[in-house]
C-alpha cells in the first residue's frame, strides 16, 4: 500500500461525495429566494407552496452537505501536513474567511428562515433567503479563490523554506480565479436548474399543474446558465495556454508542438502516457483558434514537457469529453424547453426525459472537477509543490483504516440523505390553502 495514493484516494473520496451536495445549494438558494420574491410581487398562493416545498429539499441537502464537507478540511491536518506547512500561510487564511465570514453567515440565516415562517413578514422572510444564497455564494468564492491558488499561484515568497503571502488583493482578483469562479457557479446553476425542472416534470406527469411555474422558472434560469457555461468555458480553455499548457495539450492530447495545431475528431489516448493508438479525421488550425485565438498559432504539445510532469492524459482527455459533451446536451434540452414552455402538459415524453436527466449535471460537475484536479498533476500547487511531497509521513495502514471508515459513514450518509430527498420530491406539497393560513397569521 502506498501513501500517496491511499491519501489521493481518500480526498477523492470526501470531495467528489461533498460536491454531490454543494451545487444544488448555491443554486436552489437563488431559485427559491426568486420564488419567495415572486410571492410577494403576485400574492399568488402557488409560489408561496412552492417556496416551502422546494426549501425542505434545500435543507435536507444542505444539512447532508455540511455533514460531508467539515471531514474534509481536517484532511489538510492529518493527511497531507507537509502541504499545510509549506503553503499554510496563504491557504490557512483563505480557508478561515470562507467559515468565519460566508458559512456561518449562511448558517445563521438558514435557521433564521427556517423557523421564521410564522415570525417573519413575507418580506423579511424573503430577504433572509436572498441572504443565504449571497452568503453560499460568498463560501464558494473563498473556496474556489483557494483553489485556484494552488492551479495558478501568485502573490506568494518563498522564505524560510516556505510560501509566504505578499499579495493579498492579487491572490484574490487573479484571472484564474475569477473565471474558475464564474464558471463552477454557474454549473451548478445549471445542476440546480434541471434538479428543480425534473421533480417539477415528475409532478406534471401527475397532473400537478401548479408545478409548471417552478418548471418554467428553472427552464429560464438552466437555458440562461447552460450557454453561459459554455461561452466561459472557452475561455477558461484559453487562459490554460498561459497558465497550465500542460494541461490544455492533455485536453486534447496533442503530443507534438505545432503552428495550425489540428483538432481531432476521433482519439484514443494510450493508458501508458506516452503517445495516441488513434489519430483520425484531423480538422487544421482548430486547436490553435481555440486555445489562442489564431489559427497559426502554435500550441505546446505534452512531449515539450518533462515525462515526470504530465497528467494522466488518459482521464483528463476522457473526463473533458464528458464535460463537453454534457454542457451541450442541456444547451439544446433547455433550448428546447424554451420552445415547449407553453405546452409542458402536452409533452409527456419531453418531461419523462427530463426527470432522467437528473443525474446528469453531477455527472458534468464530477468531470469538470477531474478535469481540474487531474489535469493539474504531478503538483498540488501548480509549478510549485509536487502531490508526492505534500503527503504526511504516516504509516500505511493508519491511512487504509480512515479510508475505509470514509467509505463506510459516507455510503450511510448517502443512503439516507437521498433516500430523505426522494420520498420529499415525490410528496404532493402542502395545499396553497394551507400556506395562505399560515400567511395570515405572520
Excluded at 497559426?296 to 492524459?313: I, K, S
Excluded at 437521498?418 to 420529499?424: A, P, S
Amino acid at each position: 500500500m502506498d501513501v500517496l495514493l491511499l491519501s489521493r484516494v481518500q480526498f477523492a473520496v470526501a470531495t467528489y461525495f461533498h460536491f454531490l451536495f454543494v451545487p444544488l445549494t448555491l443554486g436552489l438558494s437563488f431559485l427559491i429566494a426568486i420564488i419567495e420574491t415572486l410571492y410577494i410581487r403576485t400574492r399568488d398562493e402557488d409560489y408561496l407552496a412552492m417556496a416551502r416545498f422546494w426549501g425542505r429539499l434545500f435543507v435536507i441537502n444542505f444539512v447532508v452537505g455540511v455533514v460531508t464537507g467539515l471531514p474534509l478540511e481536517f484532511q489538510f491536518g492529518t493527511n497531507w501536513t507537509r502541504y499545510s506547512a509549506y503553503v499554510g500561510d496563504i491557504f490557512g487564511p483563505l480557508l478561515a474567511i470562507e467559515a468565519t465570514a460566508a458559512f456561518f453567515l449562511e448558517s445563521t440565516f438558514l435557521a433564521v428562515w427556517v423557523f421564521g415562517w410564522k415570525k417573519l413578514s413575507p418580506r423579511m422572510h424573503a430577504a433572509v433567503m436572498w441572504m443565504i444564497a449571497c452568503a453560499s455564494t460568498l463560501s464558494a468564492l473563498w473556496i474556489l479563490i483557494a483553489n485556484s491558488w494552488m492551479q495558478h499561484p501568485v502573490g506568494y515568497v518563498i522564505r524560510n523554506g516556505r510560501a509566504e503571502i505578499t499579495d493579498f488583493l492579487s491572490v484574490v482578483t487573479q484571472g484564474y480565479a475569477v473565471l474558475t469562479f464564474l464558471h463552477t457557479v454557474a454549473a451548478a446553476y445549471v445542476l440546480a436548474g434541471f434538479f428543480v425542472m425534473g421533480i417539477s416534470a415528475y409532478h406534471i406527469l401527475k397532473g400537478r399543474n401548479v408545478f409548471i411555474k417552478s418548471f418554467r422558472l428553472a427552464l429560464y434560469f438552466s437555458l440562461i446558465f447552460s450557454i453561459f457555461v459554455v461561452a466561459e468555458g472557452h475561455m477558461h480553455g484559453a487562459d490554460l495556454a498561459e497558465k497550465q499548457p500542460a494541461k490544455l495539450a492533455a485536453l486534447e492530447s496533442l503530443w507534438e508542438t505545432q503552428t495550425y495545431a489540428p483538432l481531432y475528431l476521433f482519439v484514443i489516448p494510450s493508458m501508458d502516457n506516452d503517445g495516441n493508438l488513434v489519430e483520425l479525421v484531423p480538422i487544421p488550425g482548430v486547436m490553435s483558434l481555440l486555445a489562442h485565438h489564431n489559427p497559426a498559432a502554435e500550441v505546446t504539445g505534452l512531449n515539450d514537457f518533462p515525462a515526470d510532469e504530465l497528467p494522466p492524459v488518459a482521464i483528463v482527455f476522457y473526463a473533458f469529453r464528458v464535460m463537453v459533451m454534457l454542457g451541450g446536451l442541456f444547451v439544446l434540452l433547455t433550448l428546447y424547453g424554451w420552445l415547449r414552455r407553453d405546452r409542458l402538459a402536452q409533452s409527456p415524453r419531453f418531461l419523462k426525459l427530463l426527470v432522467y436527466t437528473i443525474p446528469l449535471p453531477y455527472v458534468l460537475c464530477a468531470a469538470g472537477w477531474t478535469v481540474t484536479e487531474m489535469g493539474r498533476q504531478p503538483w498540488i500547487v501548480y509549478g510549485l509543490m509536487k502531490t508526492a511531497d505534500a503527503v504526511s509521513p504516516v504509516a500505511p495502514h493508519q491511512v487504509a483504516f480512515s479510508l475505509a471508515a470514509f467509505v463506510v459513514v459516507y455510503s450511510l450518509v448517502a443512503v439516507a440523505g437521498f433516500l430523505t430527498m426522494i420520498r420529499h420530491a415525490c410528496q404532493w406539497p402542502e395545499h396553497t390553502a394551507a400556506a395562505t393560513e399560515e400567511v395570515k397569521r405572520r
